[in-house]
Structures are given as structure tokens and as C-alpha cells.
């Protein structure tokens, strides 16, 4: 399975950006599609996922970002709002099939100040 992350790039704070994360397989299925970043220097991080129907945003970021998906599309989206230079990181998707679970390759997002 392949999954394409695009959307990120350079904003100032307070902006918004939207990522798109597309699958080579059907996202139908999926056991928990979602968002983990990675800041320079620190662990990768869990932001927002889908699972059993419902959303879940870290607190870090409630508020600001939203999680949905398009399964025609076989894509979820990372709405991000507000953004402040704590959120540069890359971000990266995650789609579970089961025990089955692939990675995006990952976009970078910057905040400058």
C-alpha cells in the first residue's frame, strides 16, 4: 500500500494549511486512519486520528486542527488552523487495516513567526 501526503509548505503564524494523505487501497476498511507530526529534535507524535467512527484531536491542537476523510477519494485531510510556529514539524499519515499498517512519507509544515 502506498499512501502520497501533500499539502504542506511555508506559512506565517496564524495561518491554515489543509493536508492530504491518498491510498493506493481502498480506505473503506480501515481499522484508524490519522495524523502523527515530528518536530526537529523531539519524538513523532500522535495528532488526530479516526477510529470507530469518531475523531480525536490531541489537546495540543484541539480547536485548531480537524480530521476527516473522503473514502471515494481513498483520502483523509489535516484542516489545520491558527497555526503557530510550535505545530513546524513533518507530518505524516497512518491508515490501519487491521493488524496492517502503512505510513505516508511525510510533508513538511513551517511556521514562521
Known amino acids: 500500500v502506498q499512501l502520497q501526503a501533500s499539502g504542506g509548505g511555508l506559512v506565517q503564524a496564524g495561518g491554515s494549511l489543509r493536508l492530504s494523505c491518498t491510498s493506493s487501497?481502498?480506505?473503506?476498511?480501515?481499522?484508524?486512519v490519522g495524523w502523527h507530526r515530528q518536530a526537529p529534535g523531539k519524538q513523532r507524535e500522535l495528532v488526530a486520528y479516526?477510529?470507530?467512527?469518531?475523531?480525536n484531536v490531541v489537546d495540543s491542537v484541539k480547536g485548531r486542527f480537524s480530521i476527516s476523510r473522503d473514502n471515494p477519494k481513498n483520502t483523509i485531510y489535516l484542516q489545520m488552523n491558527s497555526l503557530k510556529p510550535e505545530d513546524t514539524a513533518i507530518y505524516y499519515c497512518?491508515?490501519?487495516?487491521?493488524?496492517?499498517?502503512?505510513w505516508g512519507q511525510g510533508t513538511l509544515v513551517t511556521v514562521s513567526s
Open positions: 479516526i477510529s470507530g467512527g469518531t475523531t
Open positions: 487501497r481502498s480506505i473503506s476498511s480501515t481499522s484508524a
Open positions: 497512518n491508515m490501519r487495516w487491521g493488524w496492517s499498517s502503512d
